[in-house]
């Protein structure tokens, strides 16, 4: 799956300040560097203090703020904050797992992490970087802001466990070898002793620890990574929708209808005329 990182600022606020984001189809986050600031979603208000950070995996529409939203605020609360904001960009297929497998707001602060050292290296990394502005800066950020992510997940997982999840067979390193050849090769012919030998484990064994930590059986979860990563080719119009089910392991064009359907509630046709353009 793809994701792409990407910081907008290591910015510091002093009282009055609030900043807006609206809904967004990327994961945003804010880490607090110094300071303490409010962020309010969905009718709830978060208190984030130093090194405190949040992520929001389906983008809500959010504010970030100095504590005036809330009614009973005091001069004696208004402090100056150093944050650092930011997105993850993902394909569409990894955000719709993402934001399925996780709440809606993700809190947690570098001081409660078990790799502590790392969580508090990370952010500053990417504020001197973005504060020096050297050549390469763009790059650097996106990938050092990448490592947050998976820090924050890995983190927040063992916490509060993954539960039965696409990214809770994801931090385990066989199960993710699979998984990485499913995503990489889901064009091609693709038995279930071919994914358990990139797992190094055998046939049984593979999709029995997959279907517990997941919740569906290895085949289940290609078939419906293809109908996703179908949606994408349905929007190119040189390619015809018997090929594409082809591409997708369907020996006809009315399975794979079928199942198009039964996944997204259109029919592939009418989903590419329906977002032609």
């Not at 394909?91 to 050292?117: I, K, N, T, Y």
């Not at 119009?237 to 006809?252: D, K, M, N, T, V």
């Amino acid at each position: 799956m793809s994701v792409q990182g990407a910081v907008y600022y290591a910015h510091e606020f002093s009282p009055p300040w609030t900043v807006e984001f609206v809904e967004s189809a990327q994961a945003r986050f804010h880490l607090v560097l110094s300071g303490t600031c409010y962020v309010s979603v969905g009718g709830e208000l978060f208190e984030l203090s130093e090194h405190d950070l949040v992520l929001l995996p389906g983008g809500a529409r959010h504010v970030v703020h100095d504590g005036k939203i809330r009614a009973n605020r005091t001069k004696q609360e208004a402090v100056t904050v150093r944050l650092l904001s930011g997105h993850f960009a993902f394909d569409r297929e990894a955000r719709a797992l993402l934001v399925r497998a996780l709440p809606a707001v993700v809190r947690g602060s570098v001081s409660q992490q078990r790799d502590q050292g790392l969580m508090a290296t990370l952010p500053v990394l990417l504020a001197q970087e973005l504060q020096q502005g050297r050549p390469g800066c763009a790059t650097i950020v996106a990938r050092l802001a990448e490592i947050f992510l998976v820090q924050v997940l890995r983190a927040h997982f063992e916490q509060v466990g993954a539960g039965r999840s696409l990214l809770a067979a994801m931090f385990e390193p066989r199960l993710n070898a699979g998984l990485a050849l499913m995503h990489a090769r889901w064009n091609e012919p693709l038995a279930l002793a071919r994914i358990a030998a990139a797992a190094g484990m055998s046939r049984s064994s593979f999709a029995e620890r997959f279907k517990t930590v997941t919740g569906t059986s290895p085949m289940s979860y290609l078939a419906h990574w293809r109908l996703l990563k179908s949606r994408r080719l349905l929007v190119d119009r040189e390619l015809s929708i018997a090929r594409i089910a082809s591409l997708c392991g369907h020996r006809s064009t009315e399975g794979y209808s079928r199942a198009f359907k039964r996944a997204f509630g259109l029919s592939p046709a009418r989903w590419r005329a329906t977002n032609e353009g």
